[in-house]
């Protein structure tokens, strides 16, 4: 069980827009820690898409974008492409004294 | 930008021993924390553990799965960061992952290295 809960899986047709939400709690995202997007193609370690919620690395296409309210983060992905067929993954921080960096469970993009 | 290369996986029995290392070049290593990640085969990624720099203490904290059985170093003078791993359960299959982040807060990760525990 992930401390933040993703959708298991999200699909969209060529040229669609996409969201991955991203829901934790007041103890990490609500408490203001950065989020970070993954990128992860199989058989590949992840690749950072957004880091500190809304920035995206360079070389990253400007379709990737983040974003942050209360509790809750999202990615979104505009002018759906077949490449963009992966999992993506959240992470934030959280204040909890066991374990400082936490995970959503994936999202598994299927591009129609 | 920074670069993390992991080595040291392989396959070990259960109840065996394997020690990772992380090699890390273009950024200040002896002021970074570090982590440990890893990811099962089909699963999600998963917090191992993390040192703090020397300066901050060169403490270490661990996720209840891998407490008392793995163990965080690092060689400051060697640049690398290792991850001890000790009484290997089959449960414990998977990539293993170093990661840190800079001084804006942006993370950086290996490519990382397979372990398989497995008879």
């Known amino acids: 069980q992930s401390v933040l809960t993703q959708p298991p899986s999200v699909s969209g047709a060529p040229g669609q827009r996409v969201t991955i939400f991203c829901t934790g709690s007041s103890s990490n995202i609500g408490a203001g820690y950065d989020v970070h997007w993954y990128q992860q193609l199989p058989g590949t370690a992840p690749k950072l898409l957004i880091y500190?919620?809304?920035n995206r690395p360079s070389g990253v296409p400007d379709r990737f974008s983040g974003s942050k309210s209360g509790t809750s983060a999202s990615l979104a992905i505009t002018g759906l492409q077949s490449e963009d067929e992966a999992d993506y993954y959240c992470?934030?921080?959280?204040?909890?004294?066991?374990?400082?960096?936490?995970f959503g469970g994936g999202t598994k993009l299927t591009v129609l | 930008e920074v670069q993390l290369v992991e080595s040291g996986g392989g396959l070990v029995k259960p109840g065996g021993s394997l020690r990772l290392s992380c090699a890390a070049s273009r950024f200040t290593f002896n002021h970074a924390w570090m982590d440990w990640v890893r990811q099962a085969p089909g699963k999600g990624l998963e917090w191992v553990g993390r040192i703090k720099s020397k300066t901050d203490g060169g403490t270490t904290d661990y996720a209840a799965p891998v407490k008392g059985r793995f163990s965080i170093s690092r060689d400051d003078s060697k640049n690398t960061l290792y991850l001890q791993m000790n009484s290997l359960k089959t449960e414990d299959t998977a990539v293993y992952y170093c990661?840190?982040?800079?001084?804006?807060?942006?993370?950086?990760w290996g490519q990382g290295t397979l372990v398989t525990v497995s008879s």
């Open positions: 500190g919620t809304n």
């Open positions: 992470q934030s921080y959280d204040n909890s004294l066991t374990v400082p960096v936490v």
């Open positions: 990661t840190t982040w800079d001084d804006n807060g942006v993370p950086y």
